[in-house]
T-cell receptor, first 114, second 113 residues
Framework: AQTVTQSQPEMSVQEAETVTLSCTYDTSESDYYLFWYKQPPSRQMILVIRQEAYKQQNATENRFSVNFQKAAKSFSLKISDSQLGDAAMYFC???????????FGTGTSLTVIP | NAGVTQTPKFQVLKTGQSMTLQCAQDMNHNSMYWYRQDPGMGLRLIYYSASEGTTDKGEVPNGYNVSRLNKREFSLRLESAAPSQTSVYFCASWRARRTDTQYFGPGTRLTVL
C-alpha cells in the first residue's frame, strides 16, 4: 500500500495571509495523480486541486496552488489570501495511474484567525 | 443529479446489533468505495468495488460486509456492531478515468454503545 504523510495535524493562519500545508508520499510508480481535498465542518469532502505526476507545471485553482516536487515526493498546498471559509480539514491523496485505490493522509486541520 | 447519497446520516446502535448503510450514485460511475474516518487516522478504505459484480477488501475490512447491488448501489453491512466501529462512514464513487477524482457522499455518523 502507498503511504501518504501529512506531518502537520494542525495549522493556523491569519485572515488574508498565506499558508502552506505539507504532504509527502511514498511510491515506486512514475505515473500517478495527487489530490487535495477540503472537509469543512459539514463533513462534505470537496476536491480542491489535482496534479498529474507527468506534468511538470504546478496546478493552480484561483487562490489554491501546489508545489509538486516529484523527486522529493512532496506535494504541498498553498492557500493565498486566506479566508474564514478556508477553515477546514485538508486531506492529501494519491492514486497510481493504473490503480483504482486512493490513499489518504491523516489530514491537517486549518484554523483561520480573523 | 444528486451525486452520491448515503442513508442514514446518523445512527446509534447497541453492541451486537446489525445494520446496513446504503449508498447510491447517479453519475454512472464504475467504482465505488466505503471508507471510515476516525480522528487522527484520516480516511481508511474498508471495501471497494472496482466494477459491478466485484468487491475487494481494503485496509480495514474486519467486521464488515459489502454488496454491490447494481451499478448504482453499494451497501455496507455491520453484522454485529462493536464500539470500535464507532466512526464516520463515507461512500465514494469514481468514474475510473485517469484524471477523475472521487466523489463523496455526505457521510454517516455511527455510534455503537
Amino acid at each position: 500500500a502507498q503511504t501518504v504523510t501529512q506531518s502537520q495535524p494542525e495549522m493556523s493562519v491569519q485572515e488574508a495571509e498565506t499558508v502552506t500545508l505539507s504532504c509527502t508520499y511514498d511510491t515506486s510508480e512514475s505515473d500517478y495523480y495527487l489530490f487535495w481535498y477540503k472537509q469543512p465542518p459539514s463533513r462534505q469532502m470537496i476536491l480542491v486541486i489535482r496534479q498529474e505526476a507527468y506534468k511538470q507545471q504546478n496546478a493552480t485553482e484561483n487562490r489554491f496552488s501546489v508545489n509538486f516536487q516529484k523527486a522529493a515526493k512532496s506535494f504541498s498546498l498553498k492557500i493565498s489570501d486566506s479566508q474564514l471559509g478556508d477553515a477546514a480539514m485538508y486531506f492529501c491523496a494519491y492514486r497510481s495511474a493504473g490503480g483504482n485505490q486512493f490513499y489518504f493522509g491523516t489530514g491537517t486541520s486549518l484554523t483561520v484567525i480573523p | 443529479n444528486a451525486g452520491v447519497t448515503q442513508t442514514p446520516k446518523f445512527q446509534v446502535l447497541k453492541t451486537g446489533q446489525s445494520m446496513t448503510l446504503q449508498c447510491a450514485q447517479d453519475m454512472n460511475h464504475n467504482s465505488m468505495y466505503w471508507y471510515r474516518q476516525d480522528p487522527g487516522m484520516g480516511l481508511r478504505l474498508i471495501y471497494y468495488s472496482a466494477s459491478e459484480g466485484t468487491t475487494d477488501k481494503g485496509e480495514v475490512p474486519n467486521g464488515y460486509n459489502v454488496s454491490r447491488l447494481n451499478k448504482r448501489e453499494f451497501s455496507l453491512r455491520l453484522e454485529s456492531a462493536a464500539p470500535s466501529q464507532t466512526s464516520v462512514y463515507f461512500c465514494a464513487s469514481w468514474r475510473a478515468r485517469r484524471t477523475d477524482t472521487q466523489y463523496f457522499g455526505p457521510g454517516t455518523r455511527l455510534t455503537v454503545l
